[in-house]
């Protein structure tokens, strides 16, 4: 088993940036495809943006040109920088790892943007 593990969340004004990580513990295999996805409340979680092994990426609409996933293999730690962040991008953000079957998620981090 692998718990990946949030951290870089907190508050930051509209216009502002920060940068997600999430890493695995106790992992000793190639992990397929990372994912950022989020959760306001009241609403449904919905997915950011995902990275496949490859390098593939693909993003929500909400998010493109703002925000940016990457990867580093050798870690298996994924990273999200996000800019010119809205108040809607206020959320619970997770991190989820999928290899072959399996899937594992994160406990979360907040971001909260407002000034």
């Known amino acids: 088993q692998v718990q990946p593990v949030e951290s870089g969340g907190g508050l930051v004004q509209p216009g502002g940036s920060l940068r997600l990580s999430c890493a695995a513990s106790?992992?000793?295999?190639?992990?397929?495809?990372m994912a950022w996805y989020r959760q306001a409340p009241g609403k449904q979680r919905e997915l950011v943006a995902i990275?496949?092994?490859?390098?593939?990426?693909n993003y929500a609409d909400s998010v493109k040109g703002r925000f940016s996933i990457s990867r580093d293999n050798a870690k298996n730690t994924m990273y999200l920088e996000m800019n010119s962040l809205k108040p809607e991008d206020t959320a619970v953000y997770y991190c989820?790892?999928?290899?072959?079957?399996?899937?594992?998620w994160g406990q979360g981090t907040q971001v909260t943007v407002s000034s």
């Open positions: 106790g992992s000793i295999f190639t992990i397929d495809d």
């Open positions: 989820n790892f999928k290899w072959r079957l399996y899937s594992y």
């Open positions: 990275i496949t092994s490859s390098g593939n990426t």
